[in-house]
């Protein structure tokens, strides 16, 4: 199992992205793959969204508080996969990578 930079963060943890962003303009390379786990932790947020979304609304679970809570879970349980790791970082790394890169698990 690999200790991703996403283990126990809260999604809506805007301090933890904006730290990931100062610190990959002083090394890119070394925070490329923290960086493709948070692209991929978006990805799996708005395919859960567009799933929920095409799901039909009716009764009593259809109100704005029962979607709040909806997208704040989908949010959680995105960086949770993609902290897991489905693939997704792996291929953005070894894509943006200039070579030199090793895996970091």
Do not use: C, W
């Amino acid at each position: 199992m690999s200790t991703s930079a996403l283990d126990g963060q809260f999604a809506l943890d805007l301090r933890g992205l904006e730290k990931l962003r100062q610190d990959a303009a002083g090394d890119p390379q070394k925070h490329l793959r923290d960086a493709a786990e948070q692209f991929e932790a978006l990805f799996l947020q708005k395919m859960l969204q567009s799933m929920r979304d095409a799901t039909p609304h009716s009764g009593l679970v259809d109100n704005s508080s029962i979607r709040f809570y909806e997208s704040m879970f989908d949010q959680q349980l995105s960086q949770h996969m993609a902290g897991e790791g489905l693939g997704l970082a792996e291929q953005l790394v070894a894509q943006l990578s200039d070579g030199t890169a090793t895996d970091a698990n």
